[in-house]
C-alpha cells in the first residue's frame, strides 16, 4: 500500500509581495526611462536648421541660396560661402555639414568623420537640386573615415563600452567599498577609469582598428571620461545608496548616449537633445575623438574642457559625500545587500 504525503504549503512571509514589487519599481522605471530617451532621440530623425551652404559669390549663388531655404523653412540654414577652399575650412570646423557647387557641374562636399548620417541627410537634400538642373550629383568626401570605422559610429559604440563599465564599477565601489575612507574611494575611481581606459584604447587601436593616429589621446580622453563617472557615481552612492543606479543610468546612458551626436547629430534631434549636446559629458567625448582623428584637433580644447568640468563635478561630489560621512560611525555594508545592487547595475 503506497502512501502520498500530503504536500506542506509554506504561509508566504510578511511583506514579501510588497518588498517584491517595490523591487520591481526600478526596472520599471529603467523601461520608461529608456523608452523615452531612445525613441524620443531617435525615432524620426528631421533636420532642423541643419547648417549647409552654397559656393558662389554672384546673384545666381544668392538666388539658389535663398530659393532653398524658401522651401526647406526651418530645416535647413543656408548661407553662400566664395570660394571652395571656405567651404572645405567651414567642413572642417563643422560649421557647416554640406557645401553645394552648382557649376561647372553639381557637387555637394561634406565631412562624413562628423556625422555620416547628417552627410546622407544632407546629400537627399542636394540630390534634388542636382536634378533640377539635369546633373547626377558628385559627392566629395573632405574627411574620409578611417578602413576601420567606415560607418562612423565606431566612437560612439566605444563610448558605450566606456560607460558601462564605468557606471557598473560604481555599485561595486560605493556598495562593498563603503567601508573605505572617501579619498581612497576616489584613487580607486581613478584606477578603476585607468583601467578601463587602457581597455577602451585596445578596443579602438590593435583589437578593431577605428583610429589609425592619435591613440594616446583618445585614451587620455577616455580616462578623463570614465574617472569623471565613478567619481560622481562614488559621491552619489554617499547619498542615494541602491537607487545610485538608476541616477546613473539616467546621467550616463538615457541623456548621455542619445545627446552625444555619435547617431545624429543634434541638427537631426529634438531640443533637449541637441541642447544637452552642448556640454554632456558623452557629447564631449565623441566629438573630442572625432576632432583629434579626423579634423588635425580643430576645436578639441572646448571637448576637453568639458570633460574636465565633469571630473571637476566628480571631485565635488566626492567632497561633499566626505562631509555628509564626517561623523557617522563606519558600519560595514550587508553583503546581501551589495551583492543585490551590484546585480541591479544591468547593462544598458
Known amino acids: 500500500m503506497t502512501s502520498h504525503a500530503t504536500?506542506?504549503?509554506r504561509p508566504i512571509p510578511q511583506g514579501a509581495l510588497r518588498h517584491t514589487?517595490?523591487?520591481?519599481?526600478?526596472p520599471l522605471l529603467m523601461c520608461l526611462g529608456?523608452?523615452?530617451?531612445?525613441?524620443g532621440a531617435f525615432h524620426s530623425p528631421e533636420p532642423r536648421e541643419l547648417k549647409v551652404a552654397v559656393v558662389g559669390s554672384g546673384p545666381q549663388a544668392q538666388v539658389?541660396?535663398?530659393?532653398?531655404?524658401?522651401?526647406?523653412?526651418?530645416?535647413?540654414?543656408?548661407r553662400t560661402l566664395p570660394s571652395r577652399d571656405a567651404a572645405a575650412d567651414a567642413l572642417r570646423h563643422q560649421r557647416i555639414y554640406g557645401a553645394y557647387l552648382a557649376a561647372p557641374r553639381p557637387e555637394l562636399m561634406?565631412?562624413?568623420?562628423?556625422?555620416d548620417t547628417t552627410a546622407t541627410a544632407v546629400q537627399?537634400?542636394?540630390?534634388?537640386?542636382?536634378?533640377?538642373?539635369?546633373?547626377?550629383?558628385?559627392v566629395t568626401d573632405v574627411a574620409p573615415l578611417s578602413h576601420g570605422d567606415p560607418t562612423g559610429q565606431g566612437i560612439f559604440f566605444l563610448l558605450v563600452a566606456l560607460s558601462i563599465g564605468s557606471y557598473a564599477s560604481v555599485a561595486v565601489i560605493g556598495g562593498l567599498g563603503a567601508v573605505l575612507p572617501m579619498w581612497l574611494?576616489?584613487?580607486?575611481?581613478?584606477?578603476?577609469?585607468?583601467?578601463?581606459?587602457?581597455?577602451?584604447?585596445?578596443?579602438?587601436?590593435?583589437?578593431?582598428?577605428?583610429?589609425?593616429?592619435?591613440?594616446?589621446?583618445?585614451?587620455?580622453?577616455?580616462?578623463?571620461?570614465?574617472?569623471?563617472?565613478?567619481?560622481?557615481?562614488?559621491?552619489?552612492?554617499?547619498?542615494?545608496?541602491?537607487?545610485?543606479?538608476?541616477?546613473?543610468t539616467v546621467l550616463f546612458v538615457m541623456l548621455n548616449f542619445t545627446s552625444s551626436g555619435g547617431i545624429f547629430k543634434p541638427d537631426l534631434q529634438p531640443g533637449l537633445f541637441a541642447s544637452l549636446h552642448a556640454f554632456w559629458?558623452?557629447?564631449?567625448?565623441?566629438?573630442?575623438?572625432?576632432?583629434?582623428?579626423?579634423?588635425?584637433?580643430?576645436?578639441?580644447?572646448?571637448?576637453?574642457?568639458?570633460?574636465?568640468?565633469?571630473?571637476?563635478?566628480?571631485?565635488?561630489?566626492?567632497?561633499?559625500?566626505?562631509?555628509?560621512?564626517?561623523?557617522?560611525?563606519?558600519?560595514?555594508?550587508?553583503?546581501?545587500?551589495?551583492?543585490?545592487?551590484?546585480?541591479?547595475?544591468?547593462?544598458?
Open 7 to 9: 504536500p506542506v504549503r
Open 21 to 26: 514589487l517595490t523591487h520591481l519599481l526600478m
Open 34 to 39: 529608456m523608452g523615452l530617451a531612445y525613441l
Open 64 to 78: 539658389l541660396a535663398q530659393t532653398l531655404k524658401d522651401r526647406a523653412g526651418d530645416a535647413l540654414d543656408v
Open 110 to 115: 561634406v565631412a562624413k568623420a562628423g556625422s
Open 124 to 138: 537627399q537634400v542636394f540630390t534634388k537640386a542636382a536634378a533640377a538642373q539635369g546633373a547626377p550629383l558628385k
Open 185 to 248: 574611494r576616489g584613487l580607486l575611481g581613478a584606477g578603476t577609469g585607468l583601467v578601463i581606459s587602457l581597455l577602451g584604447a585596445a578596443f579602438a587601436g590593435p583589437v578593431f582598428h577605428l583610429v589609425d593616429h592619435d591613440l594616446a589621446g583618445v585614451w587620455a580622453m577616455a580616462w578623463l571620461y570614465s574617472t569623471g563617472i565613478l567619481w560622481i557615481g562614488i559621491g552619489l552612492h554617499t547619498f542615494l545608496k541602491r537607487f545610485t543606479t538608476l541616477a546613473m
Open 281 to 348: 559629458n558623452g557629447a564631449g567625448f565623441v566629438e573630442g575623438a572625432r576632432s583629434l582623428v579626423y579634423f588635425d584637433s580643430l576645436d578639441l580644447g572646448g571637448h576637453v574642457l568639458v570633460l574636465a568640468l565633469w571630473a571637476a563635478a566628480g571631485l565635488g561630489m566626492l567632497a561633499l559625500a566626505r562631509l555628509a560621512e564626517r561623523g557617522r560611525t563606519p558600519a560595514a555594508p550587508a553583503p546581501a545587500e551589495a551583492e543585490q545592487e551590484i546585480e541591479e547595475t544591468v547593462p544598458a
